[in-house]
Every structure is written in structure tokens, then in C-alpha cells.
């Protein structure tokens, strides 16, 4: 009788467990369902580890929807890893390979997208986005090797915190910056589902005495509101206001939303109420991102009104004071099945927009497009000097000068979108970057060692902000070696070419102290063997191993809190083996390298940035076993799969040293 009373008991626990996760994916289903991409995410994240692994055809399902979800909100780490599981349990829409392939190439990864690209072009192949993808796989590594027209730099004195984009220097002085920001929580209003960010809101700013931005402020008056304001920009004589407003009723798409452009008057340092401007008569619409052609004669907008292409494509409409004429779609040459946004015209008529389909390096690049009058057509370059993998975009320029701003989310893990300086470089060959930790953060004062084949043996500091610049010879072959107290070194080569160019080498510094997590290590489940996925993670751990010959490191493996000790302590060691073993064919001395299993003996200590993803863990706390069994049962996967990992630490730093 006892054992009949367990048995229903553990059955009926499963049934309502099944039933969970259903109502979970139906939850989700209906946020994915009206774009709420960043509330949907996050409940197919709890719903995916619930679902047993015998049903292949959910898991894939849910996980390519996590792909999608971790797409739209630029979340393309994340993206990759999901649709890697969508095609691991059999996702049957073959689309998974494309998109796949997307933020592969959006993440950098050009050779792993050519395979996707190809994978989906045997049963499609007349797509055209897969087609410029696989094109821009191609030409990355050709752009990535010409010389660049201008250097860039991130503008630290704009640097808020979330979003700040879409740049828009006020003509004629070109001394005052607007650009919207999301660094501000709106009164009453919660983060969007959508993005996951606070609403947008215009920040004002002006070059002082020493051509050093001023301390961003919120702009005064009527165009700040409590709905989502930016990427808009200004009349040729500076004088009138064109932007995009988002009016929604609450932070959830449920309510209804729209994008509309509006206007505003500046008389001094006041502005006028905004008015909307009613464009075409489709009330469905998308009307965004304005811009205003050199003589004043013509509007310039996105939108994804039937009778464009795909996506959202660029549209002008003839302007008559406050009326429009009828739409005009600026054709195949400029937009493409996906989206083309962001569009600015210069004093000179050429236009500068952003696409995610043209081929590029990745995400949104910025193209320049001259129309030519004698054959009706447009001549489109891609800016690949600007781009990168990720998304830039929104482009502004002082005047006349071949220098200016523009946002970009590169070397962002949040994917949130920074602003970024550009301008032609003095006529000399430099390389500069930044030297960072592991998770980003700037280090000052660290060494760049810099020596080349011609005799040149020099160094360099990082500056407050982490960057470093150095002007070096033409047709050599340099080495680099960043070092710096407390952390291990890290090298770069380059060569420089007989032209005068900007080379760009950033350094990512490893804690000479603590820890170190090794991201993206698999193994088969249950088992000690390395999934072939963990070669890129295996081969930076060796490269760094080269670069610091005088370490010695242990491997530890650790697993969650299920099990038993004496398994789990067996398992773990067999899997931090299994690193060492690989190293040592590699190269590297065994004598350097130490295996331990830890198994569930030494739990994560939680840092800052699991803090910043988990609000529930607090820094400095262990997820130790009576603290995992405090914590919902969602909470605890992922407490679990936290504590489940391979980390390696410095034992010494004298290995036939003396």
C-alpha cells in the first residue's frame, strides 16, 4: 500500500510538472506572439531546462524560439547557443540555419556561418539573405585586411549607462548633440518586455572650450515624454526637429503601440510642442526614423507599408509644409527582404543608412548610397572602415568634415548600443585599441610591449579608459605582449602594409588570482568526454598557457549538488583530466598542468555580474546546498547549471624560472 501511495504520488508530481512547463510555454508563446521578446526569453529559458530530454521535438522548438528572442534583443551570444540546440534535437524548419548562420557572423564567427549559410542554400538557393551572408563571409576577411579611411574610439564622455544611439549633431555650428538614452527609469512605467530596457528619452549635450562634450542632460520641455522618444533629425537650418516617438499605453505590446514621426520648433533653447505628422494613410504602419533632404524638398523615413521588399525599407515623400505627397520606395538597389533603417543625408545628397541583409560584417552596417541622375540608379558602398560584426548604425556628421558620430553595440555583452567618434586619420600608420578584463571592464596603466622586425623594441601604457595608441613603421611584422600587475599577459601580431592605415588590436587580460571559469567547455552528458564544440575554448586556454611559460594552473572540474559525493568527485576529476590531456597533445608540459575533481564540494561564489543576470544571488554569497534548496525549483536549475562548470588557477609563476 505504501509503495502504490509513492508511486501515485511521484506520478502525479510529474503530471503537474508537465503541466507547468505547458502553461510556461503558452505564456511565452503569447509574449513572442506581440514582440515582447525580452519578457518571452525568459520564460522559454526556465520552461526549456523542465522539458525532459526525451522530447527532442519541444526542446527544439522552444529553443529556436529562445534564438529568436535572444536575436531581436541583440542578445547573439545567447542566440548562437540556442539555435545550436534547436539543430542538435532536430528543429524540422530548416530556417534555424539561416538564422543561425546570422549571428554567427554577427558574433564573428565567418567560417562556422559559411557551413550554415551553404546548409540552407541546398534547399534554398535563390535566397538572397543567405546569399549576401554568404558573400559577406567572403568579403570579410578582404575588408578586414584593407586599410581603413578613418580611426574610431568610443566616446567616453557620452558614456551613460544601457542604450545611448542615434547621434544627431545640430547644423550649422554642429557644437550641440542630442541622442537618445535609455539610462533613465521613467517615472511609473516599468522596463519594456519588449527590450527589457527603459523607454528612450532625448539627452543634450555641447563641446566646451577644450572641444571636450559636456556632462549629457535630459533635454527640457515637451519631446521628453513618458513614451519612447529617438533617431529622429534636424532641418538644414537646424532650426526645426524631426524624431520618432513610440506611444505605447503600458510597457507591454499588449496595449498597442506605434512608431510615428513628430516636429518641433528650437527657438533658442526652448522647443516647440510636437506635432505628428501624418504621412500616408496606412494607420498600420511603422513611420520612423526621419530625414530631411539638403534642400528641404523631401522626407526620408523607414517604414513597413505594403509594396516594399521585406522587413522595413526606406521610403521619401515629397514635403508641402505640413502635407506630404504620396510615398516613394527608393528601390531593390537600397532595400532587400530584410531591414534598411536609419537613414541620414548628407549636405552633398548622398544618403547613409544601415542594413542587416546588404553584404556586411555583421548585424546593421552602414552603406553610403550616390544616385546617379543619368541612369536612374544608385551606386551603395558598404563602409566597412566603420562597421564591425555587430550593429552600427545611425550615423551623424560635423558638416562638411570627414569626421563625425555613430552608435554602435560592438564589445557590448549586453548588446547595449554606445556612441562612437570617427575621422580621418593624420597620414601616419598607428595601432591603437583597448586593454580590458575578462568581462570588459577597462584596465589602466597596463604595459603593451611592442616589437617588430626591423629592430623597433618599445612600450606603451594604457590610458585611464584602458585605450593605448602607437604610431608604427609601414611593411613590418609586429609582435605584442600586454602585461600588467595581478593579471596574466596576452598577445597579438599584426603586420603592417606600405599604406598609411589604422590597425585596431585589443587585449583581454585574465585575473592572475582567482578563478577563472572556462566558457563553453561540453561534455557528454553523464560522461567525462570533450564534445568537439569546446575546441575554440580549449584553444585560448592554450594560447594562454604559450604567452605565460612560466605558470603552472590547475584544471578543477565541479559539478551541482545532485549525486552522490563519491560519484560526483569521481566524474569531476575524469573531466578536468580530460582538459589536461588535451593541452598536453597540444604542446604544453604536463608538469605545468594538475587535474582535481571537486565535485559539489566547492559551490560558485556569486560576483557582480551573476548579481547584474540573477537578481535573486547576491555578490559574495555561495550557492551552496542549503541555499539552492532555498530557491524556487526554476531557480535552482540554474543554480545547478552555475555550479556545474571547469575553472582553471594559477598555482605558480616561477616554472623553470631560475
Not at 544 to 573: C, M, Q, V
Request: with cysteine.
Amino acid at each position: 500500500m505504501r509503495h502504490l501511495f509513492t508511486y501515485i504520488l511521484a506520478m502525479l508530481l510529474l503530471t503537474l510538472a508537465s503541466c507547468s512547463v505547458t502553461r510556461d510555454l503558452r505564456k511565452a508563446d503569447a509574449h513572442y506572439d506581440y514582440g515582447e521578446y525580452y519578457a518571452a526569453a525568459g520564460i522559454y529559458t526556465k520552461a526549456y531546462r523542465r522539458i525532459p530530454s526525451a522530447e527532442k521535438l519541444t526542446r527544439a522548438e522552444v529553443a529556436y524560439k529562445q534564438g529568436e528572442c535572444y536575436r531581436y534583443i541583440n542578445q547573439s551570444i545567447k542566440a548562437e547557443n540556442a539555435y545550436m540546440k534547436a539543430i542538435r534535437y532536430g528543429l524540422p524548419n530548416d530556417t534555424v540555419f539561416l538564422q543561425y548562420a546570422e549571428v554567427l557572423r554577427k558574433n564573428g564567427k565567418y567560417q562556422a556561418a559559411t557551413i550554415q549559410y551553404q546548409q540552407f542554400l541546398e534547399n534554398h538557393p535563390e535566397d538572397l539573405q543567405a546569399l549576401n551572408g554568404l558573400e559577406s563571409c567572403r568579403l570579410a576577411e578582404e575588408w578586414k585586411n584593407k586599410p581603413k579611411k578613418y580611426t574610431v574610439n568610443r566616446l567616453q564622455e557620452l558614456y551613460l549607462k544601457r542604450s545611448n544611439f542615434s547621434p544627431i549633431l545640430i547644423p550649422a555650428e554642429y557644437k550641440t548633440l542630442l541622442f537618445a538614452s535609455s539610462s533613465v527609469q521613467k517615472e511609473g512605467k516599468k522596463p519594456s518586455k519588449i527590450t527589457g530596457l527603459p523607454d528612450n528619452d532625448f539627452f543634450i549635450t555641447k563641446l566646451d572650450q577644450n572641444e571636450k562634450w559636456e556632462k549629457p542632460l535630459p533635454v527640457e520641455g515637451a519631446i521628453n515624454t513618458e513614451f519612447d522618444e529617438g533617431v529622429g533629425c534636424f532641418d538644414p537650418d537646424g532650426k526645426i526637429l524631426y524624431f520618432t516617438r513610440c506611444v505605447n499605453k503600458s510597457d507591454s505590446a499588449l496595449s498597442g503601440s506605434s512608431a510615428e514621426i513628430y516636429r518641433s520648433v528650437r527657438s533658442g533653447e526652448q522647443w516647440s510642442e510636437p506635432e505628428k505628422l501624418s504621412i500616408f494613410r496606412d494607420t498600420n504602419a511603422v513611420f520612423a526614423h526621419p530625414a530631411i533632404s539638403p534642400d528641404g524638398l523631401y522626407l526620408y523615413y523607414v517604414s513597413d507599408m505594403k509594396g516594399g521588399y521585406g522587413g522595413k525599407d526606406i521610403w521619401r515623400s515629397p514635403m508641402y509644409e505640413k502635407t506630404f505627397g504620396p510615398p516613394e520606395n527608393l528601390g531593390p538597389q537600397i532595400n532587400t527582404p530584410g531591414d534598411e533603417m536609419f537613414p541620414t543625408i548628407r549636405t552633398d545628397g548622398s544618403l547613409y543608412f544601415s542594413s542587416n541583409t546588404l553584404p556586411g560584417l555583421g548585424g546593421l552596417d552602414i552603406f553610403k548610397a550616390v544616385y546617379l541622375e543619368e541612369d536612374s540608379s544608385w551606386v551603395v558602398e558598404n563602409m566597412y572602415d566603420l562597421n564591425s560584426n555587430a550593429d552600427d548604425f545611425g550615423i551623424t556628421f560635423f558638416g562638411k568634415k570627414e569626421k563625425g558620430l555613430y552608435s554602435s553595440n560592438r564589445n557590448e555583452p549586453r548588446g547595449w548600443d554606445k556612441i562612437w567618434s570617427f575621422g580621418e586619420p593624420e597620414q601616419l600608420t598607428q595601432i591603437s585599441g583597448f586593454v580590458t578584463d575578462r568581462f570588459g571592464e577597462p584596465i589602466p596603466e597596463a604595459s603593451i610591449r611592442i616589437v617588430n622586425d626591423k629592430g623597433t623594441n618599445t612600450k606603451v601604457i594604457s590610458r585611464r579608459d584602458g585605450s593605448y595608441s602607437y604610431q608604427v613603421e609601414k611593411n613590418a611584422e609586429y609582435a605584442m605582449l600586454a602585461t600588467c600587475r595581478s593579471y596574466l599577459n596576452y598577445s597579438n601580431q599584426f603586420v603592417t602594409n606600405d599604406k598609411d592605415s589604422n590597425y585596431v588590436v585589443n587585449f583581454s587580460l585574465t585575473s592572475l588570482y582567482l578563478p577563472v571559469r572556462i566558457e563553453n567547455i561540453f561534455f557528454e552528458f553523464d560522461r567525462w568526454e570533450l564534445r568537439p564544440e569546446s575546441g575554440p575554448a580549449l584553444q585560448e586556454l592554450l594560447k594562454l598557457l604559450l604567452d605565460n611559460p612560466h605558470i603552472t594552473i590547475e584544471i578543477g572540474a565541479h559539478t551541482d549538488r545532485k549525486g552522490s559525493e563519491e560519484y560526483n568527485l569521481e566524474l569531476s576529476k575524469k573531466r578536468a583530466e580530460s582538459v589536461v590531456n588535451y593541452l598536453v597533445k597540444y604542446g604544453i608540459d604536463s608538469e605545468r598542468l594538475s587535474a582535481q575533481g571537486y565535485g559539489k564540494s566547492k559551490p560558485t561564489r556569486v560576483d557582480k555580474y551573476m548579481e547584474t543576470n540573477y537578481p535573486y544571488l547576491k555578490e559574495g554569497s555561495f550557492l551552496d546546498e542549503s541555499f539552492v534548496e532555498t530557491l524556487s525549483l526554476q531557480q535552482q536549475e540554474i543554480a545547478d547549471q552555475i555550479n556545474r562548470r571547469c575553472e582553471f588557477k594559477v598555482l605558480k609563476t616561477t616554472y623553470k624560472l631560475f
